[in-house]
């Protein structure tokens, strides 16, 4: 095996990791942060993703302008891209989805991308890409190109089996990282905030196990962006540098150095699905056993293919590691920012817990609707490339459901409409009237790429959402589908967009009287 490479990405991890720790020291040296309060309470943005929004509104009245779409500079709409959920298939269909956007010159009306699950594994790997938005052809290629080496994907997993907060989201992470997205992320989701607006601003989203079980909803949603991470209802942030660090009380105990893209990317991705359904605590752990074990066999197969060596020690390594976790179920351990966090508002269950358990978003609703409902990001609309499994339109009504117990606005959704989920349309529009964003949803496979119901639900037992990667041809297929669905649909795109700013006018207007 290439035991060659592995050793130098050892040795690359270990600056890496240097770097970190010698930043670590910069940040205590010159402490300004240790007067500051370390967790934010508030419902508005935080001022570095203000500041962000509002450079990234010009580069999204430049592009409206190039459309001819007329638009005063103050009253730029505010436009997410929310990917949903659907592992592969939806990690390929994202890279399609954003290509033909840019290539329809769309791309830069985005002022945010919002990931789930399967799309966040495509969105973290293009945000390695600092100019990603004017590049996507590279993105494109990267799909289809070599995986990462075997040893650097272990070497990695051996680093960070030595940290204490070492879990099987980690395995999951370096999957997904090298097996699907051919790269291993090696940097941190905060370096981001010394970027340019070039690119929409990233959200990425999870859900903490111990609320999601029997808890508030309010202690369910934890969003993520370069700048913060935190709980999208019950507005406590942290600086996302800080995800991982020692908490108590509302105090900062120990700094931690920050979590990489491929732990972030494990943490915000776990096989879901069903959960959706199990009610009881036990269905839920009986599932996780399930999936553990398939984890735990997918390691074995790859260290089947291992020759005797330092290579097959690693592997032992791991599986000596990743064993006894998969027994007590620790996924997605990370130190609770709120343990004993001294106000009553956060509920018992993350107060009560020194770790966070997280998961995939997706066992909520497989699109990040909670985030960008309400008046903190204030949007007008919503592009909802729609990939999942399971029953169309279900992440709508669930993101409905959400709305309505967490007072948003939300748009209706006709109930004939629903009744055309086996066999739906390329494209709906849900219009929002006053505040209420309008979303144009976009199934993947629909009434223009397949003559009947029959064909949907083939197609997706096809592309099924558990299976080994895709062929190069599964990848190809996705990606234009994927493509079509934008190219076919740019007309509704750009009428509503209009509509949007429009919407964005009218609502500063009424806010001057
Ligand atoms: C961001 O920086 C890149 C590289 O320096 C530059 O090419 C690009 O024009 C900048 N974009 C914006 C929106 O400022
Ligand atoms: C879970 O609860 C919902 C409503 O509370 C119910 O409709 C559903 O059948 C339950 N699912 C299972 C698997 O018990
Ligand atoms: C995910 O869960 C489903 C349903 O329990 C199972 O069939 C599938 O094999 C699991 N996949 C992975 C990768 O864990």
């Given at each position: 095996m290439q035991t060659g490479s592995c050793s130098i990405?050892?040795?690359?991890?270990?600056?890496?990791?240097?770097?970190?720790?010698a930043k670590a020291v910069d940040n205590m040296e010159g402490n300004t942060a240790a007067s500051k309060r370390p967790i934010r309470q508030s419902q508005s943005l935080c001022a570095g993703e203000q500041e962000y929004v509002h450079k990234r509104k010009q580069v999204v009245l430049e592009s409206l302008r190039r459309l001819g779409i007329n638009c005063a500079a103050d009253s730029v709409p505010h436009i997410a891209l929310l990917a949903s959920g659907g592992g592969q298939r939806a990690a390929v269909g994202l890279v399609g989805s954003l290509y033909q956007m840019e290539k329809e010159d769309l791309l830069?009306?985005?002022?945010?991308?919002?990931?789930?699950?399967?799309?966040?594994?495509?969105?973290?790997?293009?945000?390695?890409?600092p100019q990603w938005s004017t590049n996507m052809d590279t993105a494109v290629s990267r799909l289809s190109g070599p995986g990462v080496e075997l040893g650097e994907a272990f070497a990695w997993i051996n680093e960070r089996?030595?940290?204490?907060?070492?879990?099987?989201?980690d395995v999951w992470g370096v999957l997904t990282s090298a097996g699907i997205m051919k790269q291993m992320d090696l940097r941190h989701l905060s370096d981001e905030v010394s970027r340019n607006a070039t690119n929409p601003y990233p959200i990425y989203s999870a859900i903490e196990k111990h609320c999601f079980s029997d808890g508030p909803i309010e202690g369910k949603w934890l969003e993520v962006s370069p700048h913060e991470a935190g709980f999208t209802e019950l507005g406590l942030f942290i600086e996302t540098s800080l995800l991982g660090s020692k908490f108590e009380g509302g105090e900062?105990?120990?700094?931690?150095?920050?979590?990489?893209?491929?732990t972030l990317q494990g943490m915000v991705n776990h096989n879901k699905s069903v959960l959706l359904e199990s009610n009881s605590s036990a269905e839920r752990k009986g599932l996780f056993q399930h999936w553990s074990l398939e984890l735990l066999a997918a390691v074995e197969t790859w260290s089947q293919s291992l020759e005797d060596g330092p290579?097959?020690?690693?592997?032992?390594?791991?599986?000596?590691?990743?064993?006894?976790m998969i027994m007590k179920w620790e996924w997605g351990t990370t130190a609770n920012f709120l343990y004993q966090y001294p106000d009553s508002m956060v509920p018992l269950c993350l107060r009560s817990e020194e770790?966070?358990?997280l998961v995939d978003a997706g066992l909520l609703i497989n699109v990040a609707y909670p985030p960008f409902l309400g008046d903190k990001r204030d949007i007008d609309l919503i592009v909802a490339p729609e990939y999942s499994a399971g029953n169309m339109f279900e992440t709508l009504t669930l993101a409905r459901d959400y709305a309505a117990e967490v007072r948003r606005a939300f748009p209706d959704i006709n109930n004939k409409t629903l009744e055309e989920r086996d066999w739906p349309k390329d494209c709906y529009v849900f219009e929002g009237k006053q505040n209420e964003p309008s979303i144009i949803y976009l199934p993947l496979f629909n009434r223009r790429n397949c003559k009947d119901a029959e064909e949907v639900k083939a197609k997706m037992e096809e592309f099924s959402t558990f299976q080994r990667p895709f062929?190069?041809?599964k990848?190809?297929?996705?990606?234009?589908?994927?493509?079509?669905n934008i190219k076919n649909n740019k007309e509704t795109l750009l009428r509503e967009i209009n509509k949007a700013v429009l919407r964005q006018h009218n609502k500063r207007k009424s806010m001057q009287h």
């Open positions: 990405s050892v040795i690359f991890l270990w600056l890496v990791t240097s770097a970190v720790l830069d009306t985005l002022l945010y991308l919002g990931g789930v699950s399967g799309s966040t594994w495509s969105m973290s790997s293009i945000y390695s890409d089996s030595k940290d204490e907060y070492f879990s099987l989201t900062l105990l120990e700094e931690k150095p920050e979590m990489d893209m491929v290579m097959k020690t690693h592997v032992s390594v791991l599986t000596k590691k990743v064993l006894p770790r966070f358990h062929s190069q041809e990848i190809e297929f996705v990606l234009e589908v994927a493509k079509d």
